[in-house]
Structures are given as structure tokens and as C-alpha cells.
T-cell receptor
Framework: GDSVTQMEGPVTLSEEAFLTINCTYT??????LFWYVQYPGEGLQLLLK?????DKGSNKGFEATYRKETTSFHLEKGSVQVSDSAVYFCALYSGGGADGLTFGKGTHLIIQP | GAVVSQHPSRVICKSGTSVKIECRSL??????MFWYRQFPKQSLMLMATSNEGSKATYEQGVEKDKFLINHASLTLSTLTVTSAHPEDSSFYIC???????????FGPGTRLTVT
């Protein structure tokens, strides 16, 4: 079945550091890939997405490229801020109808001033 | 953007009692709603998918008689945990999508603690 593997945290960085959160997946066919973010006390929010190979999703300075050859969708940001502290979930959707998403375990990111 | 609410945000109940959690789409018609469960330090696990007006489809290993799901209208789905036990303590999250739209909008979650 489908699965998503992402690096476990917590990941602690200093403000303005470069961020990479690795995500790899296993799925049949050609899934759509997502990064969701969960800020403290809030629900999940879609951060970015990519629906086909080589697509790059980007939002709020974050970006991730759909790499079919390596089955990866790593999240990157060039200069993180304290406000980026949150839990980040990589997810995929491979259903043709109203199917749920498959999530990774989440990576807790802590940015220190 | 689309807003999904959940109520209550936190609930504590005694073992053996039943608890109902509501999930509402506030500004769109949710033809499909999903219920997830999140264990500490683990990913969200899909429990069931419900389409308005029809029976929910449960994932393997999820007891449908224990986790009753009702999706009676296009804006409301409920999850009832029947005869709750401490092992049912978890964070339950719903999401919703509209007709022809596969993007899901997530609720803020409900923390259930069974004592």
C-alpha cells in the first residue's frame, strides 16, 4: 500500500538557517504530493502541493519538487523564521475518487532566535 | 479559504460512556468528509470516509460499531465513540472536500481523553 516516510524530529535550527525536511514515498501510479503545516493549537493547513513529476510547489518561501526518479518531495526554505516553528506533514493522494490522504509521521520544527 | 470546524476541541469522559464529535464545513458544501486519528508522535491515520447521505467506508482495522459516523447533511458529519476506553484516547481530526474538489480542508481536531 501507499506510505510516506519523513525525517523524524524535532529539528532545531537558528533563525535564517537553511531548512530541508526529507520526504520519500511509496505509491502505485502517479500520486499527488503535499506538505501540510500544523501550527501550535491549530488545524492542518495545506502549505504546498505538486500533482505531477518535476512540478515545484511553493508558498511562503517554502518549496518542494516532485522527484519521480527518487520518489521524493523534500521541503526546503532558504531562511527560516521563528514563526515557521510548527509540525510539518508530508502526504500523498493516489485515489481516483474520494479517498483519504496518506500522511508521514510529521516533523516538529523548532526555530530559535 | 474553506473553513472546517470541530466541536468540542477537548473532551474528557469516563470509561464506558459514549462521546460525539461534530465536524462542520462552514462555508462550503462538503460532499465527502474524512475522519483521521493521530497518535502522539505519529502520523494521521485515516479511519473512515463518509459521503453525504450514505454509509461510511471504514479502513481496515477500524471497528465500525465502535466508531459510528453519520454524514446526514452537506455541512455536518459526526463521529461517535461508543463505550469509550482509555485506549481510545487520541486526537481526532476531520477533513472535508466539496463536489469535484479533491483538496481537503482540515478541522482543528478534538482531543479525547478517556479516564
Amino acid at each position: 500500500g501507499d506510505s510516506v516516510t519523513q525525517m523524524e524530529g524535532p529539528v532545531t535550527l537558528s533563525e535564517e538557517a537553511f531548512l530541508t525536511i526529507n520526504c520519500t514515498y511509496t505509491a502505485t501510479g502517479y500520486p499527488s504530493l503535499f506538505w501540510y503545516v500544523q501550527y501550535p493549537g491549530e488545524g492542518l493547513q495545506l502549505l504546498l502541493k505538486a500533482t505531477k513529476a518535476d512540478d515545484k510547489g511553493s508558498n511562503k518561501g517554502f518549496e518542494a519538487t516532485y522527484r519521480k526518479e527518487t520518489t521524493s518531495f523534500h521541503l526546503e526554505k532558504g531562511s527560516v523564521q521563528v514563526s515557521d516553528s510548527a509540525v510539518y506533514f508530508c502526504a500523498l493522494y493516489s485515489g481516483g475518487g474520494a479517498d483519504g490522504l496518506t500522511f508521514g509521521k510529521g516533523t516538529h520544527l523548532i526555530i530559535q532566535p | 479559504g474553506a473553513v472546517v470546524s470541530q466541536h468540542p476541541s477537548r473532551v474528557i469522559c469516563k470509561s464506558g460512556t459514549s462521546v460525539k464529535i461534530e465536524c462542520r464545513s462552514l462555508d462550503f458544501q462538503a460532499t465527502t468528509m474524512f475522519w483521521y486519528r493521530q497518535f502522539p508522535k505519529q502520523s494521521l491515520m485515516l479511519m473512515a470516509t463518509s459521503n453525504e447521505g450514505s454509509k461510511a467506508t471504514y479502513e481496515q482495522g477500524v471497528e465500525k460499531d465502535k466508531f459510528l459516523i453519520n454524514h446526514a447533511s452537506l455541512t455536518l458529519s459526526t463521529l461517535t465513540v461508543t463505550s469509550a476506553h482509555p485506549e481510545d484516547s487520541s486526537f481526532y481530526i476531520c477533513s472535508a472536500s466539496g463536489q469535484g474538489i479533491w483538496e481537503q480542508y482540515f478541522g482543528p481536531g478534538t482531543r479525547l481523553t478517556v479516564t
